[in-house]
């Protein structure tokens, strides 16, 4: 059982995001900004990271940036619902996010990415 943290502003989304990694026998952590994540991810020993990239406070880019250069081992991916704008994408992936999805994104191919990420 690995320990997720999921950061994300919308209570939907970290409440789907909750449900489907339990059920695939995780423990998952959960946090509504960059800060708030930032402080869990110091206290607890996190195996993966679920980040939105655009949320008030610290954003999930400022965030994947902190998180990959204070940790060297930190596996983010990064999610963000600004369609048709790949440059958050890219500058997620620029910032260490080890993978990148558009919202609304596919339940079943994030955890299989999620599954992969944690496997390495």
């Known amino acids: 059982m690995a320990t997720i943290l999921v950061i994300d502003d919308e209570e939907s989304i970290r409440s789907l995001l909750k449900e489907v990694l339990q059920r695939a026998n995780h423990h998952v952590l959960e946090a509504r900004d960059g800060g708030e994540g930032l402080a869990l991810y110091q206290q607890n020993k996190v195996d993966l990271v679920l980040m939105d990239i655009l949320m008030p406070g610290t ?4 965030t994947t940036l902190q ?12 999610i963000t619902g600004a369609q048709g704008d790949r440059n ?9 996010a080890r993978r990148v999805f558009e919202k609304p994104f596919d339940l079943d191919k ?6 992969e990420e944690l496997a390495k």
């Open 88 to 96: 958050f994408l890219d500058v997620a992936k620029l910032f260490g």
């Open 59 to 62: 954003d999930g880019l400022e």
């Open 110 to 115: 994030l955890l299989k990415a999620v599954n």
């Open 67 to 78: 998180l990959t250069r204070e940790y060297l081992d930190a596996k983010v991916i990064a």
